[in-house]
């Protein structure tokens, strides 16, 4: 008897000369809707599968596989004689491989006003249904799922291959659940479900890396299936090494931040993933000037991120640092030259347009995770208290907002000290507020004099602000919501500092 493949996919890439493979190899085939059309057009010999079941398809071709014909051939326990007695009791004929993938949901989903019906009718029933019936019965049945199996299989048609069918089966059941997970979070986002019973997340791999934080732990690097705007994960790598683990947290912090700025050139120099400099200027060669002058020294080996096209004249100064990674959302003709010429500088071309993407961020702690929505938390100056006897200069608030926009980003304790649109001091990480001022004060030097200072979350004790006063602050934004905020403020008084308070904290742990 000949034994029997079914061929049923959506993605036709090589999908004739897998056939022709199996017809070579003395199987028969049977297929069903396009993929019976192709096969045909091919000039191939194959089977309806309305010819196997003795039912037309119905309801729009909502049904078509579902039925005892075809699972009953899938599913059959070649070994057991009763499963083989039922067989020819009802004249049903074994399948021996299955190759199917299925309706492009995912791809349905991301076209542009895409209709609520357009989505349903994009969901598979029969695709997913007979690739776990095969997927359940690897001991006797292939299962293909991706067309860059498709050889492989080949390859293996005279050889009991039991590992590989189990190998292909595992893929199966990982393609299914990403599929369920892809309609599950669609649903989840249409029902306006923001706390569900179950997280059913799905991740694509991007890469396998060289090694993780550190050369004893393994590391792999997965995306979303649905990312909107800029993203590490679907950036594309003009020059370079290939990421690692450090390089890629380290450029996802430098785009975060970034992507803050929109209305003037603004560069961003990371490091261990805590921005050392950021610059804002009327040419993104200024801006970029004005983050390296904020700390020269933290901005080697470091990682840039950039919010203007890379010019000749920026790209000049890159190269003369010793850099990582260089982010930026396009890289002129000459500018790409040059800094290609440093064969191991990864280039990184991506959005870094702000954006209200609300992706899910994910921490994993031991036996289990964390999940919380990104923050998108921005103020504006109108929504700016003025606590102090002081208000603002239309200077100073400008600058105050541009130090927000940074500290929120800055691992807590943080302190962000400001001034003429650039980071002059940065604190970050400490275990006490007083530790991350000193810090940044101490990087700042005599450029505090005059600046203005951010923090990440409110004053529980006066003594930043009289530190923040010897240091010659002249402004300050905070969250406010401490019982002693009247203390800082006194303190405020006392120095003549102006205060702000936003409403709203930046813990960054």
Same mark, same amino acid.
Not at 90 to 103: E, H, K, M, Q, S
Not at 205 to 233: C, M, W
Not at 299 to 320: P, Q, W
Not at 492 to 498: E, L, P, Q, S, V
């Given at each position: 008897?000949?034994?029997?493949?079914?061929?049923?996919?959506?993605?036709?890439?090589?999908?004739?000369? +897998?056939?022709?493979?199996?017809?070579?190899?003395?199987?028969?085939?049977?297929?069903?809707?396009?993929?019976?059309?192709?096969? &045909? /057009?091919?000039?191939?010999?194959?089977?309806?599968?309305?010819?196997?079941?003795?039912?037309?398809?119905?309801?729009?071709?909502?049904?078509?596989?579902?039925?005892? #014909?075809?699972?009953?051939?899938?599913?059959?326990?070649?070994?057991?004689?009763?499963?083989?007695?039922?067989?020819?009791?009802?004249?049903?004929?074994?399948?021996?491989?299955?190759?199917?993938?299925?309706?492009?949901?995912?791809?349905?989903?991301?076209?542009?006003?895409?209709?609520?019906?357009?989505?349903?009718?994009?969901?598979?029933?029969?695709?997913?249904?007979?690739?776990?019936?095969?997927?359940?019965?690897?001991?006797?049945?292939?299962?293909?799922?991706?067309?860059?199996?498709?050889?492989?299989?080949?390859?293996?048609?005279?050889?009991?291959?039991? /590992?590989?069918?189990?190998?292909?089966?595992?893929?199966?059941?990982?393609?299914?659940?990403?599929?369920?997970?892809?309609?599950?979070?669609? +649903?989840?986002?249409?029902?306006?479900?923001?706390?569900?019973?179950?997280?059913?997340?799905?991740?694509?791999?991007?890469?396998?890396?060289?090694?993780?934080?550190?050369?004893?732990?393994?590391?792999?690097?997965?995306?979303?299936?649905?990312?909107?705007?800029?993203?590490?994960?679907?950036?594309?790598?003009?020059?370079?090494?290939?990421?690692?683990?450090?390089? $890629?947290?380290?450029?996802?912090?430098?785009?975060?931040?970034?992507?803050?700025?929109?209305?003037?050139?603004?560069?961003?120099?990371?490091?261990?993933?805590?921005?050392?400099?950021?610059?804002?200027?009327?040419?993104?060669?200024?801006?970029?000037?004005?983050?390296?002058?904020?700390?020269?020294?933290?901005?080697?080996?470091?990682?840039?991120?950039?919010?203007?096209?890379?010019?000749?004249?920026?790209?000049?100064?890159?190269?003369?640092? +010793?850099?990582?990674? $260089?982010?930026?959302?396009?890289?002129?003709?000459?500018?790409?030259?040059?800094?290609?010429?440093?064969?191991?500088?990864?280039?990184?071309?991506?959005?870094?347009?702000?954006?209200?993407?609300?992706?899910?961020?994910?921490?994993?702690?031991?036996?289990?995770?964390?999940?919380?929505?990104?923050?998108?938390?921005?103020?504006?100056?109108?929504?700016?208290?003025?606590?102090?006897?002081?208000?603002?200069?239309?200077?100073?608030?400008?600058?105050?907002?541009?130090?927000?926009?940074?500290?929120?980003?800055?691992?807590?304790?943080?302190?962000?000290?400001?001034?003429?649109?650039?980071?002059?001091?940065?604190?970050?990480?400490?275990?006490?507020?007083?530790?991350?001022?000193?810090?940044?004060?101490? &990087?700042?030097?005599?450029?505090?004099?005059?600046?203005?200072?951010?923090?990440?979350?409110? +004053?529980? #004790?006066?003594?930043?602000?009289?530190?923040?006063?010897?240091?010659?602050?002249?402004?300050?934004?905070?969250?406010?919501?401490?019982?002693?905020?009247?203390?800082?403020?006194?303190?405020?008084?006392?120095?003549?500092?102006?205060?702000?308070?936003?409403?709203?904290?930046?813990?960054?742990?």
């Amino acid at each position: 008897m000949k034994k029997r493949a079914l061929l049923s996919v959506s993605d036709k890439t090589g999908l004739i000369d +897998f056939a022709k493979g199996l017809i070579e190899a003395g199987f028969e085939l049977i297929s069903t809707g396009g993929t019976l059309s192709t096969l &045909q /057009e091919a000039g191939l010999e194959v089977l309806p599968v309305s010819a196997v079941t003795n039912f037309e398809e119905i309801l729009d071709g909502r049904v078509k596989t579902l039925h005892p #014909m075809i699972h009953g051939g899938l599913l059959a326990r070649r070994h057991l004689p009763e499963h083989q007695k039922q067989l020819e009791q009802f004249n049903i004929t074994p399948i021996d491989l299955v190759a199917v993938n299925l309706y492009p949901f995912k791809e349905t989903i991301a076209k542009p006003d895409i209709t609520e019906q357009d989505a349903i009718e994009n969901i598979d029933i029969g695709g997913p249904t007979m690739l776990r019936a095969a997927a359940k019965n690897f001991e006797s049945v292939t299962v293909v799922v991706d067309p860059a199996d498709y050889q492989q299989v080949l390859d293996n048609l005279g050889a009991d291959s039991l /590992e590989l069918r189990k190998k292909l089966a595992a893929k199966v059941f990982r393609h299914t659940a990403h599929y369920d997970a892809l309609i599950a979070e669609y +649903f989840t986002q249409l029902t306006d479900e923001i706390d569900p019973e179950v997280l059913t997340l799905t991740y694509e791999k991007v890469d396998t890396l060289r090694y993780g934080e550190n050369p004893h732990q393994s590391a792999s690097f997965y995306k979303e299936a649905e990312i909107q705007g800029g993203s590490i994960a679907h950036a594309k790598q003009l020059n370079g090494k290939a990421l690692s683990y450090n390089n $890629i947290q380290d450029a996802n912090a430098a785009l975060e931040i970034v992507m803050e700025f929109s209305e003037q050139p603004a560069a961003v120099a990371v490091k261990h993933m805590n921005p050392c400099g950021v610059g804002i200027g009327a040419t993104i060669e200024e801006a970029f000037q004005k983050a390296y002058d904020a700390d020269p020294i933290s901005i080697f080996g470091g990682i840039i991120a950039l919010n203007r096209e890379v010019d000749l004249a920026t790209a000049k100064k890159l190269k003369d640092i +010793f850099l990582e990674i $260089i982010i930026a959302p396009s890289f002129a003709e000459e500018a790409l030259a040059l800094l290609s010429e440093k064969p191991n500088l990864r280039l990184l071309e991506t959005s870094v347009e702000p954006d209200e993407f609300d992706s899910k961020k994910v921490v994993s702690v031991r036996g289990g995770l964390l999940v919380q929505n990104r923050d998108l938390g921005r103020v504006e100056a109108d929504d700016l208290e003025v606590v102090t006897d002081n208000a603002p200069t239309a200077e100073q608030l400008e600058e105050l907002l541009f130090a927000w926009k940074v500290v929120k980003h800055v691992k807590s304790n943080a302190i962000v000290v400001a001034k003429d649109n650039q980071t002059v001091g940065v604190g970050a990480g400490q275990m006490n507020r007083v530790g991350a001022a000193k810090i940044a004060f101490e &990087q700042a030097g005599d450029k505090a004099i005059g600046a203005v200072l951010a923090s990440d979350a409110f +004053f529980p #004790m006066p003594d930043t602000v009289e530190n923040a006063a010897k240091a010659g602050i002249k402004a300050i934004i905070q969250p406010g919501g401490s019982k002693r905020d009247q203390d800082s403020i006194d303190m405020c008084n006392k120095y003549g500092i102006a205060m702000v308070m936003t409403g709203m904290r930046h813990f960054k742990h």
